[in-house]
């Protein structure tokens, strides 16, 4: 167990796993770069082959998500294929639309019907080792937070499905980025603000920060 705790510790420390805020804007750029110049089909390459090789990057260094990485990597370079051969901007963008409201509905559907799988997973991410998890709060909370994320992406794909059909593509593209951060930065305050209120309940709580590190 200590073992355990030890290399969990040894990931949260590692420098390589903080993300570049590059990594998120480069795609655009080159996109609409791409798609001005060259065309949809070389946008699309060029996009993929730069959230391919970001991929690997994070994969070699460490990344805590490590083990999605490959899955991920597959489905953007399939996603990419598709865009390619059916040259159709509505069909590559509305594959990630698709995708981020299927992985919504599935996470309110897990947290309904298999209600202890995802607190099993999440506990492998908590390193204090005097926060009790098997109290019902920690299951409640880690159920209602993955419904709450569901609907949240499913919020987020009616948006993008909207702005899509009302914005140019490359306003759909910046505008959408902006929308998502704000969003995206909201959705997790108010998460962390719940799961505060909600595991405050459990005797050994030490607060969400102190999770995310090693004591």
Do not use: C
Not at 21 to 32: A, G, T
Not at 105 to 127: D, E, H, P, Q, V
Not at 147 to 169: E, K, Q, R, T
């Amino acid at each position: 167990m200590a073992k355990e705790d030890s290399n969990k510790g040894d990931l949260s420390r590692n420098p390589h796993v903080k993300q570049n805020p590059w990594e998120s804007v480069m795609p655009i750029v080159l996109f609409i770069v791409f798609n001005r110049i060259m065309g949809l089909a070389q946008a699309i390459i060029a996009t993929t082959v730069w959230s391919v090789v970001i991929s690997i990057r994070r994969f070699r260094n460490g990344h805590p998500i490590g083990k999605f990485i490959p899955i991920v990597t597959a489905g953007i370079v399939i996603r990419g294929v598709i865009g390619i051969i059916t040259d159709s901007e509505a069909v590559y963008f509305g594959i990630g639309i698709g995708t981020k409201a299927t992985v919504g509905l599935g996470l309110i559907i897990t947290a309904t019907l298999w209600r202890s799988y995802l607190s099993i997973k999440i506990k492998k991410f908590i390193y204090s080792s005097k926060f009790d998890t098997s109290h019902p709060a920690f299951q409640t909370g880690i159920n209602r937070v993955a419904s709450m994320l569901g609907l949240a992406l499913l919020i987020s794909s009616g948006f993008d499905i909207w702005l899509f059909n009302n914005a140019s593509v490359d306003g759909y593209l910046v505008i959408r980025f902006f929308v998502n951060w704000v969003y995206t930065t909201a959705v997790i305050l108010i998460v962390a603000f719940y799961l505060e209120r909600q595991w405050g309940k459990i005797n050994g709580f030490p607060g969400i920060a102190s999770l995310l590190k090693d004591e």
